[in-house]
């Protein structure tokens, strides 16, 4: 199809639901509280933890889901044609939802958690201007992004202000507690040891925050390619530092992370795969993982044990 005619009925299409809302695949969304609808689990889960009960509280995408290849589904489309109010990260991380949050911004408020993160605070991607968009990973801005979204709930909801001062205190707390406690469990690795390669660049933050140096396969987003000449770089790296493993993500193909260790093992060093890290998606619901706190101890559990 044309992209012309493919744009034209998506259009079309969004334009109908932000009008009649009449599909009802989401009992949830119908019990008389406000919708908010997030993009990622991390701030879906923030979100609950600002409001309670007080609101239907919906993440977009799920556990294994990677947010930069993720475009909206119809199903996406209904939700967010009903969410009385958006949050999505930002710093191009939802990359192929901008048009749709664009649009959307129109009818109600969309907000960035990023937004107010200070630029001298962000990494740049090499030679560009584009910033990494996984801050999720350096607790301390998450918990600014936790505070941000609390000043839009505030401003959106003002009879709420007390419930959300009191949830944002102790979540925030519950954030900045587990940082000290990353930086503790992190330098119990020596400091030569202390090199985390993975699928794709999501561990940037993590690796300044808390002194690891870090590698991806692939750049920032994982709609780069891995090239062949970058593979024997990393591969002599690798070997050439005694690196013991590496780790897959539990939201891209592991295949690039496998040719690695299969490429090293044929040169005589052994190397391991040293477990799955959640990067740009949480665990399953209902588990420890499927926390943002819960995700961040299982990482650091996961390098810790494969590095020491
Ligand atoms: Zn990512």
Same mark, same amino acid.
């Given at each position: 199809m044309l992209q012309k005619t493919k744009y034209l009925l998506f259009s079309l299409?969004?334009?109908m639901l932000l009008t009649f809302s009449s599909c009802d695949r989401n009992p949830q969304m119908n019990n008389g509280k406000p919708n908010i609808?997030?993009?990622t689990g991390m701030i879906g889960d923030a979100l609950k933890h600002l409001v309670k009960d007080s609101a239907n509280v919906i993440s977009l995408m799920g556990p294994g889901v990677d947010p930069h290849l993720y475009k909206a589904t119809h199903g996406d489309i209904d939700r967010l044609a009903r969410a009385d109010v958006i949050f999505?990260? @930002?710093?191009?991380? =939802? @990359? !192929?939802? @901008?048009e749709v949050l664009h649009k959307l911004e129109r009818t109600r408020p969309v907000v960035a958690v990023a937004k107010s993160i200070p630029e001298n605070a962000l990494l #740049?991607? =090499?030679?560009t201007e584009v910033h990494d968009p996984h801050i999720w990973f350096d607790l301390m801005l998450w918990d600014q992004a936790v505070a941000e979204s609390a000043i839009a709930l505030r401003e959106i909801y003002p009879d709420w202000t007390d419930m959300i001062n009191a949830n944002e205190q102790a979540y925030r707390q519950e954030i900045q507690v587990l940082h000290q406690e *990353? !930086?503790?469990?992190?330098?119990?690795?020596?400091q030569k040891?202390?090199?985390m390669i993975t699928a794709h660049d999501a561990f940037g933050y993590f690796g300044k925050a808390y002194d690891i140096e870090v590698r991806g396969l692939q750049g920032i987003s994982t709609l780069s390619e891995f090239g062949l000449r970058g593979r024997v770089e990393l591969v002599n790296y690798i070997?050439? !530092?005694g690196i013991k493993a590496i780790?897959? =993500? #539990? #939201? *891209? #193909?592991p295949k690039a992370i496998e040719s690695v260790v299969e490429a090293c093992q044929q040169k005589g060093h052994d190397l391991k795969i040293g477990g799955s890290l959640y990067s740009d998606a949480m665990g399953a619901p209902g588990t420890a993982e499927g926390t943002y706190l819960g995700m961040v101890r299982a990482n650091v559990h996961t390098i810790v044990n494969a590095l020491k």
């Open positions: 299409y969004l334009g609808v997030c993009t999505y990260n @930002g710093l191009h991380l =939802e @990359g !192929k939802m @901008g #740049s991607v =090499e030679d *990353v !930086k503790r469990q992190i330098a119990t690795i020596p040891q202390r090199v070997i050439d !530092k780790f897959v =993500e #539990s #939201s *891209v #193909s």
